[in-house]
Each structure stands twice: as structure tokens, then as C-alpha cells.
């Protein structure tokens, strides 16, 4: 399974929640798949939909879920002891690990060789990892949710992209629109 079919199986989840979706292809393929004004899509900041996603859950109630990738956490290694030492039980990061970086060509990713990074959030003080495989990702998240506690999820997953066009939405439109909904 590749990150647009565990996207198609989890927009259901995921639509009356905020999100806070990775850079490049994986925005494309969620907005392509469930656009919806609770979807924040980053659109130039590698590395920081975890703290971004972090920041929202600490400023208000509304259950949060983050969707990065691997190749994006490794890059803001910074963020999983932040998220350790400031737990917001409304926040989930939903770590897509598909061993590479996706938007930019399938190269492999640390996380692809020897780094674990289920490891890394709990070595980072984590509490709650959880570890699942691409096909379980639906009842791992709808648990995740449910429990009411703050949650690093790895799903691990093959490489690969849906072909989507780029998001043509205005970066203020679709800040404004998310900005409503949270809100509301």
C-alpha cells in the first residue's frame, strides 16, 4: 500500500478533525482525495507540519491530526522531544513512513536504512507510540482518536505517488478557510 490509499481510507477518519497535511505530493494527493476546509495544506515548509500541527492542539480543544512523512520529521528531528514536553491530548502525528522522500523523487530516507523512527519518539520521551502497518492504519487512528491521548503513529508503508495536479487553491484562501474552521 502506497500514502494515497492509506489517505483514501482514512479521509472518512480524518474529515471531522483539523489536519494538518505535509508538504508537496502528500497535500496533493489528500486535497485530490477529500478536500475540505478542515485540511491545512502545507505548501512550502518541509519539516514542520508536526510542530505546526502541535501548536494548533496546544491553543485550542479540537482533536488535531498531523500527517507527515518520514523524510519531513527527519529534517525537524527537533519536534518529537517538543511534542514529548509539551503533550496536548487533542494531537495525533501520523507519521507516514514510506522510507523516502516522496515529493522529490523517491530517494531514500534514513528512515528507509537503520533509523527507526518509533524509536526516536520514544528515546525523545513519547509515551504513546504506536507502530502499525499501512493497511491497519483506519482502526489504529479511529483508536488513537478515541482514547483521547496524545499519539506519535508510524505507519509503515510502501514508496510511492498518485498522480494529482498541484493545489491551484491560493496559500491565503486555503489559511483563511482553515482559520474559519477552526474556529468554528
Same mark, same amino acid.
Given at each position: 500500500?502506497?500514502?494515497?490509499?492509506?489517505? +483514501?481510507?482514512?479521509?472518512?477518519?480524518?474529515?471531522?478533525?483539523?489536519?494538518? &497535511? =505535509? #508538504? *508537496?505530493?502528500?497535500?496533493?494527493?489528500?486535497?485530490?482525495?477529500?478536500?475540505? /476546509?478542515?485540511?491545512?495544506?502545507?505548501? !512550502?515548509?518541509?519539516?514542520?507540519?508536526?510542530?505546526? !500541527?502541535?501548536?494548533?492542539?496546544?491553543?485550542?480543544?479540537?482533536?488535531?491530526?498531523?500527517?507527515? !512523512?518520514?523524510?519531513?520529521?527527519?529534517?525537524?528531528?527537533?519536534?518529537?522531544?517538543? %511534542?514529548? =514536553? =509539551?503533550?496536548?491530548?487533542?494531537?495525533?502525528?501520523? %507519521?507516514?513512513?514510506? *522510507?523516502?522522500?516522496?515529493?522529490?523523487?523517491?530517494?531514500?530516507?534514513?528512515?528507509?536504512? +537503520?533509523?527507526?523512527?518509533?524509536?526516536?519518539?520514544?528515546? &525523545? *520521551? &513519547?509515551?504513546?507510540? #504506536?507502530?502499525?502497518?499501512?493497511?491497519?492504519? !483506519?482502526?489504529?487512528?479511529?483508536?488513537?482518536?478515541?482514547? +483521547?491521548? @496524545?499519539?506519535? $503513529?508510524?505507519? +509503515? &508503508?510502501?514508496? *510511492?505517488?498518485?498522480?494529482? /495536479?498541484?493545489?491551484? @487553491?491560493?496559500?491565503?484562501?486555503?489559511?483563511?478557510?482553515? $482559520?474559519?474552521?477552526?474556529?468554528?
Amino acid at each position: 500500500m502506497i500514502r494515497s490509499e492509506i489517505l +483514501k481510507n482514512i479521509a472518512p477518519i480524518i474529515r471531522d478533525h483539523l489536519v494538518v &497535511c =505535509n #508538504i *508537496g505530493i502528500p497535500s496533493q494527493e489528500l486535497h485530490a482525495i477529500d478536500d475540505q /476546509p478542515t485540511n491545512f495544506y502545507m505548501l !512550502g515548509t518541509m519539516g514542520l507540519a508536526s510542530s505546526i !500541527g502541535l501548536g494548533l492542539a496546544l491553543s485550542q480543544p479540537k482533536t488535531v491530526i498531523a500527517i507527515d !512523512g518520514d523524510g519531513s520529521v527527519l529534517t525537524n528531528l527537533g519536534t518529537l522531544p517538543t %511534542i514529548a =514536553n =509539551n503533550p496536548a491530548d487533542n494531537y495525533i502525528l501520523m %507519521i507516514i513512513d514510506n *522510507g523516502s522522500y516522496g515529493s522529490t523523487g523517491d530517494q531514500p530516507t534514513y528512515a528507509g536504512k +537503520k533509523t527507526k523512527l518509533e524509536r526516536v519518539a520514544e528515546a &525523545c *520521551g &513519547c509515551d504513546n507510540v #504506536i507502530v502499525c502497518r499501512a493497511e491497519d492504519t !483506519g482502526p489504529a487512528l479511529e483508536e488513537a482518536i478515541a482514547a +483521547k491521548r @496524545m499519539a506519535v $503513529m508510524v505507519v +509503515k &508503508c510502501e514508496s *510511492g505517488n498518485a498522480k494529482n /495536479p498541484v493545489i491551484t @487553491m491560493d496559500p491565503v484562501v486555503i489559511r483563511d478557510r482553515f $482559520m474559519k474552521a477552526v474556529q468554528a
